[in-house]
């Protein structure tokens, strides 16, 4: 069965630090990974997703992700934080066999110290 | 188009009760998806539909667990006879399938409390 880890459950950051948020899934067929975030009163967000292609995908505000196929992770970059990058955010995969069920990790509260 | 609506946003019942869940999805979506989110927890697949079929349904819903999606477009939850372990977001996402490619849009949620 699918599974996703998100090995950092809290990271508390000052702004303009750098940002790199884990994420490994396990299924060894094709995948579309995904990074989503929820910011303090909203509902889940698309930051980025990955489908085929340039394994580095860009998405909203300045945030990145690669793709890395032999180490079955997909882990989320920001090369200098904000304060309003404080949020909650969440790995995502879903394989491409024609079910598309997402399946999600369990989420990193990401907090950045203004 | 407004996004994702979900109804109502929150609900406080009695355990023992029923409570039942609305979800408007994107209007082209024929795609829709319930989850279940708990406190420090990512959201919990429950089941999906496509138009109007259900194609797959969690372990995690039981009998006292019904979904419909009549007409392919607005879909219900209901919860048969709480219990407080029901307690949490109730999270319905639609999306449009693309040449294999498929992205959630979420709502808001419905959160149930269940005393």
């Known amino acids: 069965a699918q599974s996703v880890s998100q090995h950092n459950h809290h990271v508390i950051l000052s702004e303009a630090a750098s940002l790199e948020l884990g994420c490994n899934y396990s299924y060894g067929g094709t995948v579309n990974l995904f990074w989503y975030v929820q910011y303090p009163g909203q509902h889940l967000q698309l930051l980025l997703k990955?489908?085929?292609?340039?394994?580095l995908v860009k998405g909203i505000k300045g945030f990145e992700a690669e793709f890395i196929k032999s180490k079955f992770s997909f882990n989320l970059r920001k090369p200098s934080v904000q304060w309003s990058d404080t949020a909650e955010y969440f790995c995502?995969?879903?394989?491409?066999?024609?079910?598309?069920?997402?399946?999600f990790g369990t989420g990193t509260r990401l907090k950045v110290l203004a | 188009d407004t996004g994702v609506s979900q109804n109502p946003r929150h609900k406080i019942t009695k355990r023992g009760q029923n409570v039942t869940f609305r979800c408007d999805p994107i209007s082209e979506h024929n795609r829709l998806y319930w989850y279940r989110q708990t406190l420090g927890q990512g959201p919990e697949f429950l089941t999906y539909f496509q138009n109007e079929a259900q194609l797959e349904k969690s372990r995690l819903l039981s009998d006292r667990f019904s979904a419909e999606r009549p007409k392919g477009s607005f879909s219900t939850l209901e919860i048969q006879r709480t219990e407080q372990g029901d307690s949490a977001m109730y999270l319905c996402?639609?999306?449009?399938?693309?040449?294999?490619?498929?992205?959630?849009?979420f709502g808001a949620g419905s959160r149930l409390t269940v005393l």
């Open positions: 990955y489908f085929s292609g340039d394994p």
């Open positions: 996402a639609s999306s449009l399938e693309e040449s294999g490619a498929n992205v959630l849009t």
């Open positions: 995502a995969v879903t394989d491409t066999s024609g079910t598309y069920k997402y399946i």
